[in-house]
């Protein structure tokens, strides 16, 4: 996976970014439609009716689409572009994740607490590591993402993370294999590309217990 929530896998539907001009598999777009009102519409879930407007998903290339009116190029009429489109697309992306993630809990996919993510490492069930961006530093190295990539999600705070195991904080957390499991790690990729400078596991870490 690239910097931005990009994946470098080629195995998924691919559409045309309208500020890169750059094709690219879905999973790291963002899709927009023209509302009834000529409003420009996030369409995370790629369903909405309409001629798909696509956009990478970082937050530059959501500025450069606002601020450049490439979205009324696309169109190819006058449209109107929510004020923050940027923040707005963050907001529904972590939405998503927070639901999917509260979802892998109910299924028994996700478990949440230090004690929990540890145990499931140690059985050799994790999938995926997730743990809070401002959670402490000393304390996040005590547990390793599993190997292979896509395996660490750090950039949700303990209080979004939280949300999702219904309580006011949470530092870690991990997933087992599975599709929602999957879910997760897409919609997380394509939330990192909003949120650049927060999260990432640091290599050559002392990752052992202290």
Request: charge should be positive.
């Amino acid at each position: 996976m690239t910097r931005g929530g990009k994946n470098d896998t080629k195995d998924g539907p691919e559409r045309r970014c309208i500020v890169s001009g750059e094709s690219g598999d879905t999973r790291a777009l963002i899709r927009f439609v023209v509302g009834p009102d000529a409003q420009i519409v996030p369409d995370l879930a790629a369903k909405l009716p309409g001629r798909g407007i696509w956009v990478s998903s970082d937050r530059a290339s959501l500025e450069q689409a606002e601020k450049k009116k490439a979205f009324a190029r696309a169109a190819r009429q006058a449209v109107s572009v929510p004020e923050n489109l940027a923040d707005m697309v963050e907001a529904l992306l972590l939405r998503r994740v927070i639901d999917l993630i509260s979802l892998a809990r109910k299924s028994g996919l996700a478990l949440g607490g230090y004690e929990k993510c540890r145990d499931l490492a140690l059985k050799g069930e994790m999938a995926i590591l997730i743990q809070a961006h401002d959670g402490s530093t000393r304390g996040k190295t005590k547990l390793r993402p599993p190997d292979g990539p896509d395996s660490y999600i750090g950039w949700l705070s303990a209080q979004e993370l939280g949300l999702a195991f219904g309580r006011e904080h949470v530092i870690h957390a991990s997933l087992r294999a599975g599709g929602l499991s999957q879910a997760v790690v897409q919609e997380a990729a394509r939330l990192k590309g909003l949120r650049t400078g927060i999260g990432g596991y640091a290599a050559g870490e002392d990752k052992t217990d202290a």
